[in-house]
């Protein structure tokens, strides 16, 4: 069974710092998703990651995928207050493109 | 842009009732998800389907069915709901060239 692990669950920053998301999972797999959840909200696609090594930039998001290590990581660079969201990771486990998601980090990003 | 339509966004019913949510995708998209949302634990897949007529239990199937008469709409069905399915239920839709889901906009669906 494929487990997706994020850390930390919670994370509550000062604009203007930088910091890392982590995503862990436990089979091979080479297809990592990431979106991002505002509250009361549904999900929104951040970025696709489709091989080892990818490295994706979108602002002061950046995502990398590490496929050999089963890692992701989603690199926060000069926080600022918009940011603050809920933030998924999600492994295509190589069954009909059906996604496992882990639990969520809860950005919150203070003035 | 993709569009996957979710046709109720709050959603009050009664112990015992029997619940249909509907999701509709206007992209032609071969598979169809259903999740629900719960604080602490995340998206739990119900079932999904990648053909019309076609399902799969996904992780937390018990108490709910589905129905996929149509490529474009996916249905899920709770048979008699119970207060324990008081949650946000999440509908995405996707091809099978791997490029992630598009999601609804969610059913936050309240039983009392």
């Known amino acids: 069974e494929l487990k997706v692990e994020q850390n930390p669950l919670f994370l509550s920053m000062q604009e203007g710092k930088n910091y890392t998301i982590y995503c862990n999972y436990s089979t091979t797999s080479d297809r990592l998703y990431w979106y991002r959840q505002d509250p009361g909200k549904s999900l929104e696609s951040l970025f696709v990651?489709?091989?080892?090594?990818a490295v994706k930039q979108e602002g002061r998001l950046m995502a990398s995928l590490d496929t050999k290590a089963r890692l992701s990581t989603l690199h926060i660079t000069a926080a600022v207050h918009d940011l603050s969201a809920t933030y998924f990771c999600?492994?295509?486990?190589?069954?009909?493109?059906?996604?496992?998601f882990g639990k969520g980090t809860l950005l919150t990003v203070n003035p | 842009d993709v569009k996957v339509t979710q046709s109720s966004r709050y959603l009050v019913k009664r112990t015992g009732e029997k619940v249909f949510l509907e999701c509709v995708q206007d992209m032609d998209h071969e598979n169809m998800f259903w999740y629900r949302q719960d604080p602490g634990l995340g998206l739990r897949l119900i079932y999904f389907?990648?053909?019309?007529?076609?399902?799969e239990k996904g992780d937390i199937p018990e108490g709910y069915s589905v129905s996929r008469e149509k490529k474009e709409r996916f249905s899920l069905i709770l048979e008699s709901a119970s207060t324990n399915q008081t949650s946000m239920y999440l509908c995405?839709?996707?091809?099978?060239?791997?490029?992630?889901?598009?999601f609804g906009s969610g059913t936050r669906l309240t039983v009392v």
């Open positions: 990651l489709l091989s080892n090594g």
């Open positions: 389907s990648y053909d019309v007529k076609m399902k």
């Open positions: 995405a839709s996707s091809l099978v060239d791997g490029a992630g889901y598009t």
């Open positions: 999600a492994v295509d486990g190589g069954s009909n493109y059906k996604l496992t």
